[in-house]
């Protein structure tokens, strides 16, 4: 028997094939190989690599990577064995591997060795139980506002999921559409909101020749945001900066908001993981709605549970009246039911369990505050190997910093020469991932900066 004949093409996506005439000669092509070829049926012609040619997405243009994601695409292509990458946030242990925590891992055995539980959906908002202590979690066991039912909370998929959910719930039913959010910002804010149906602004935050806060910038802009504007606040360890507020700045931050009725919402993906302590970091929330006003709060438990890929987080908003409140949420479900119907269980009743047993609980924050201690050690080696370097610069900023990210001040040229020499991954805006490192590669990396800085001005 004859094999088939297949005519052998370049694919569809090639720039030599991207007119419509070639397209028309390629489709005409295949039916002439049909015709005149018995065997050559038109399955094995469209099971066959040639099939591309009729794609209905042929002028579709290759996006760019993710400016963040794309670091670990070019990591993961570098052979050298001393490549490093400080580019994603994600928590990694002295050997440089992922860490799943003690207590995710065994409340995980008996979730799957209960027989009881099953696979069922959950409701549209999430599971009960996790709401409500998400809640307790970022407002305080004690909260005013939760003993009163005035906050409605959401299980969303995991930070990103809860801010789009909270952006398209302001976008339908808030009478102002612009949100407010800080130079810079984490990269997927502004995509996030604008595709929620949000006007995106900003206001001033990082002043580069402090390597701090801009704080009179800051009061400035918001100040003069029209009233009722949405106010984007990062809960604590800001990224990319990794520069937060003081407490006595938060306050002066949160007369001003509530002066002007702006609307606060905070992102709170690092609750614990900035200082190790999680009603540390949960202070800025909860000075807001110690005043009794409104506002919106994304959770994460991607970062302080290590639950990344789960997909767990959570959206309270918090209300006036529990009357409201309970408005809120009936709308809310309207968003999510068509975006992704009900979320997933799994993380989040890794989550519940554990934040509902004391002893499990204290297991956490334990295991999360030698996460975050962890990170501050970093700081605090890679700021000595500058100095003990001679480095030029003040480097006091690595230790003044806060959470998972350093902002460097290196610039993109140099952020380049390191990558190319010394085989260091980081965002071109000089952040380096803090969880990244190890007592093991601190030195590499303060070569490479002592070289970026000697070297490339
Ligand atoms: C400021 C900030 N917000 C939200 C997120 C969302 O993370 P996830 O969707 O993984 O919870 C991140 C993750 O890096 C972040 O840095």
Redesign the pocket.
Known sequence: MRPPVILKTTSFFDSSYSSPSDRRLSTLANHFVCAHNPMASHDSISASPTAAFDSVFAQIVRAPEDP?LGVTVAYNKDPSPVKLNLGV?AYRTEEGKPLVLNVVRRVEQQLVNDVSRNKEYIPITGLADFNKLSAKLIFGSDSPAVQENRVTTVQG???????RVGGEFLAKHYHQRTIYLPTP??G??PKVFTLAGLSVKAYRYYAPSTRGLDFEGLLEDLSSAPSGSIVLL?AC????TGVDPTLEQWEQIRQLIRSKALLPFF????QGFASGSLDADAQPVRLFVADGGELLV?Q????NMGL?GE???ALSIVCKSSDVASRVESQLKLVIRPMYSSPPIHGASIVAAILKDGNLYNEWTIELKAMADRIISMRQQLFDALVARGTPGDWSHIIRQIG??TFTGLNSEQVSFMTNEYHIYMTSDGRISMAGLSSKTVPHLADAIHAAVTRVV
């Not at 998929?157 to 801010?163: D, K, Q």
């Not at 360890?237 to 990319?240: E, G, I, M, R």
């Not at 994460?300 to 970062?303: E, G």
């Open positions: 963040i946030g998929l995991s930070g990103t999921g809860s801010l910002t984490w997927n804010h990062h360890a800001h990224n990319p992102d709170s993906a690092y994304a994460s438990y991607a970062k990344y997909r767990v987080g998972m990210f």
